[in-house]
């Protein structure tokens, strides 16, 4: 199966940076899919960004301007360059990713135990 781990959480200061990295190892073909999630306490899980296989990305507009993703696809990793960071941007970050495997299986829910991101003065 698919195993995802994230990395490059911890503290910083409001207006600070931090680069987040998903390694994703197991039988993987290709990804259609993948992307960050990130879930405040008490709040739902948000999407953050996401990338499809054709380059299409998309990001929440709460950071917009400001994140970026991006995807190394030999490698099997996906990041997140987090700018001008603020306190709202405190939560846990997942990572998720839609994969055809190389058994031709589609594993389309897949997802990392996550890292937390802690943005305060």
């Known amino acids: 199966q698919v195993h995802l781990v994230e990395s490059g959480g911890g503290l910083v200061q409001p207006g600070g940076s931090l680069r987040l990295s998903c390694a994703a190892s197991g039988n993987i073909f290709s990804f259609y899919r993948m992307g960050w999630y990130r879930q405040a306490p008490g709040k739902q899980r948000e999407l953050v960004a996401t990338?499809?296989?054709?380059?299409?990305?998309r990001y929440t507009d709460s950071v917009k301007g400001r994140f970026t993703i991006s995807r190394d696809n030999a490698k099997n990793m996906v990041y997140l360059q987090m700018n001008r960071l603020k306190p709202e941007d405190t939560a846990v970050y997942y990572c998720?990713?839609?994969?055809?495997?190389?058994?031709?299986?589609?594993?389309?829910?897949?997802w990392g135990q996550g890292t937390q991101v802690t943005v305060s003065s």
């Open positions: 990338i499809t296989s054709g380059g299409t990305i």
């Open positions: 998720n990713a839609d994969v055809l495997t190389i058994q031709r299986t589609r594993e389309n829910d897949c």
